[in-house]
């Protein structure tokens, strides 16, 4: 009779650990042996995306039947679609959510939570509650256009998650202002008190009232990424704040300002990167010539700002700086103060730095010429540059 060969425990898991994508590999695996099964299992239910009432039916029905599954499940969405408009706006069908309620209060393990297309007033009191205790575990929230009263329920909302790591906002939006927006628990001293260290908020929010509760926050946070759309034109004074109190911890800087921001703006504002002394990564977005153009401007060059938050860069350990340009075509990068630019990228401190152009070439009938003339221009323009450091540029 042959030898039966059983194979370590580590070896079965991180083999199924490498089909963790291949959802018809697991369900084999999960059918041919039973000590399989566990490993299988976390892997085809981790993350689960609810879109209507069918699919909230469907998982509260497989939950029921094997409740262990509802402890597998770490990354959990549920974005609801439009149905039909409301005046200017799209009409959430979200009604399905609220019968959710008693699957969210088994959901004891997710880490990754996204919210899409959602009345977060429009919830029930019983599904707030049962979503309160889901958010302990939440590292990660995703929310995209989300839409609350008041803007103090926002930042009720957010301080529902005492363990949040990371927080993506996008297009959330609220009815009412509220006038003292922050929460009153914050006065009571909870002993479960965020850390953030990812912030990523789009142009469609407003950037003001999360940066104020950042920094209004009882705990200070200290950012390691930011990555935001300013659109306050005469009001960056949050956003200088923000930049200041996050000091060394800063390593990633991804920044969009609206056409025609000026120096003076930002003195008055006192925004400054020369306390991030550990930067590693700055990234201008947004650089839009063909809209920038037809605006009014207090300096001759679009966009100011960059030459000036370049001149404030004081850590040594930048490794690169990124630009994303529209461009409608290539006499138009004479908008842009290249002397200032390529004089700050060429400092000492800067030698072996890498430089990434990525260029929206608006013209769509140049083909590659265009292409290979507007890499020519830009590598002509950082002269100083080019002997000290590494550019790239990719029209894309």
């Not at 605006?295 to 490794?319: I, Y």
Request: aromatic share 8%; with cysteine.
């Amino acid at each position: 009779m042959p030898a039966r060969l059983t194979l370590p425990a580590e070896l079965i898991d991180e083999t199924i650990d490498h089909l963790w994508d291949d959802s018809k590999a697991l369900r084999a695996c999960s059918l041919t042996c039973r000590g399989w099964v566990p490993s299988s299992r976390l892997h085809l239910f981790r993350t689960i995306r609810i879109r209507n009432a069918e699919d909230c039916a469907s998982l509260i029905a497989l939950v029921n039947s094997a409740p262990v599954i509802a402890r597998c499940i770490r990354k959990l969405t549920l974005s609801a679609e439009y149905d039909g408009l409301d005046g200017d706006r799209g009409r959430e069908d979200d009604a399905w959510v609220n019968k959710a309620a008693d699957l969210l209060t088994r959901l004891d393990r997710v880490h990754t939570l996204a919210l899409s297309r959602l009345r977060w007033d429009a919830l029930t009191p019983e599904t707030k509650q049962a979503f309160s205790g889901a958010f302990k575990t939440v590292q990660t929230l995703l929310l995209f256009e989300v839409r609350f009263n008041a803007s103090a329920d926002v930042l009720g909302f957010l301080s529902e998650f005492p363990a949040l790591d990371e927080l993506y906002f996008h297009g959330v939006s609220w009815t009412h202002e509220s006038y003292n927006p922050f929460p009153a628990q914050w006065q009571m001293g909870s002993p479960e008190q965020m850390q953030l260290s990812y912030l990523f908020l789009d142009p469609r929010s407003s950037p003001t009232l999360v940066t104020e509760w950042l920094l209004n926050h009882p705990v200070e946070q200290r950012l390691r990424t930011i990555q935001l759309c300013w659109r306050e034109m005469e009001d960056v004074k949050a956003l200088g704040d923000l930049l200041q109190v996050s000091g060394s911890t800063l390593e990633r800087l991804q920044i969009e300002f609206p056409s025609g921001l000026s120096e003076e703006v930002l003195r008055r504002n006192q925004l400054s990167i020369s306390n991030n002394t550990n930067l590693r990564s700055l990234h201008f977005g947004g650089l839009d010539v063909s809209a920038a153009s037809s605006r009014t401007f207090v300096s001759n060059q679009l966009f100011p700002w960059v030459g000036v938050m370049l001149g404030q860069v004081r850590s040594p350990l930048l490794q690169e700086v990124v630009f994303e340009l529209e461009l409608p075509d290539v006499p138009d990068l004479q908008s842009f103060d290249w002397v200032r630019i390529d004089q700050e990228l060429s400092r000492e401190e800067f030698r072996g730095l890498m430089v990434r152009f990525y260029v929206n070439c608006t013209e769509r009938h140049g083909g590659q010429a265009l292409v290979d003339q507007v890499k020519q221009a830009i590598e002509d323009k950082l002269p100083g540059f080019r002997v000290r450091g590494l550019l790239r540029v990719s029209c894309i």
